[in-house]
């Protein structure tokens, strides 16, 4: 009876070089997994399930740049997560390793057969690789499932394809999450996510007009700018500062009521809160929409229009403690 693999407690990951070889019997699965949303975590599992049936470890392989940001540098990803938020809802799930590779015009130049050969197998010790059901990887993407199990199969290598998740009509991909977020539907993303869509950034000055008609806002710069931005309008959210929660509401466009230059910002008002939080870095979860962004005719419409937003924020959010309660 063959030896059992030593699972690991905590997910590792390990930033590859070329240096970097492997010594482990391994099942894994390659893509860039952004979102890490319901459809990766399907063939996650079935990844885990491969592995304990071949006695094998686990682990996802992913890159640290979106592979078309260095094919194209004026490419702009709009990001659901940063590799941060990535590796830490990858470790959430129960795997062994998460592989980060160097994306790399060297690597866009490996031929399928290369890769699998020379990276998978030879340094990385791949037994078994589980390619979702519409990955392609290789130079220019131009082999298919049948000659990555031929390559694999040359140097002892199984290669074997999961089939698309589908919840009735529903398909779940990073594009159409994108798309959705991009339209403001914030909770039809979050179900296929299974997480709230979240932005990080350090609060600056902006022109403090809030607060002198009741509403002091939080501008808040966003520190990875290829981070996907919302659609504009006004949304209910939820706010992490310093290790604490609060509700609140956030406003995300060029404030044409108050400012004639079209300059996008992202404000946050904290519902119950008055403290000086400049510099800080300040986490947004995104709960619900509520209006998309309008100019109103004076101060005193803004006023009252922001006064509507509050209550039905903090009715959202209440719906929401309820539900979650």
Not at 288 to 311: H, M, P, V
């Amino acid at each position: 009876m063959p030896k059992l693999v030593q699972r690991s407690k905590r997910m590792k990951i390990i930033y590859w070089n070329p240096e970097i070889t492997l010594n482990e019997n391994i099942a894994a699965s390659i893509g860039f997994f952004d979102g890490v949303h319901k459809g990766h975590r399907f063939l996650i599992n079935a990844l885990k399930e491969q592995a304990e049936k071949e006695n094998l470890l686990s682990a996802i392989i992913t890159f640290s740049e979106h592979p078309r940001k260095v094919l194209q540098h004026t490419y702009r990803p709009n990001l659901i997560n940063t590799l941060e938020e990535k590796l830490k809802l990858l470790s959430e799930l129960g795997l062994d390793y998460c592989i980060v590779l160097p994306f790399s015009q060297d690597m866009a130049n490996l031929t399928a057969a290369e890769f699998i050969t020379d990276i998978l197998s030879k340094n990385l010790g791949i037994k078994l690789l589980l390619v979702g059901y519409d990955h392609r990887f290789g130079k220019n993407r131009s082999e298919g499932f049948d000659q990555y199990a031929a390559y694999g199969e040359s140097c002892g290598m199984k290669v074997i394809k999961t089939p698309a998740l589908e919840d009735g009509m529903q398909k779940y991909s990073s594009t159409i999450i994108r798309n959705l977020l991009k339209e403001g539907e914030i909770k039809k993303a979050a179900d296929l996510l299974s997480y709230s869509y979240h932005l990080e950034g350090i609060v600056s000055k902006g022109n403090q007009i809030g607060r002198t008609i009741g509403f002091p806002t939080a501008n808040i710069d966003i520190t990875d700018k290829n981070k996907l931005i919302p659609r504009e309008g006004v949304y209910a959210v939820k706010v992490f500062l310093e290790n604490k929660e609060y509700n609140g509401m956030l406003y995300i466009g060029s404030r044409p009521t108050v400012s004639a230059i079209k300059e996008k910002r992202i404000e946050v008002n904290i519902f119950d809160f008055n403290q000086d939080i400049y510099e800080k870095t300040i986490g947004i979860d995104f709960i619900d929409f509520i209006r998309e962004d309008k100019r109103f005719k004076n101060i005193n419409e803004l006023q009252k229009q922001l006064a509507t937003d509050k209550e039905s924020a903090q009715n959202i959010l209440l719906k929401r403690e309820q539900i979650n309660s």
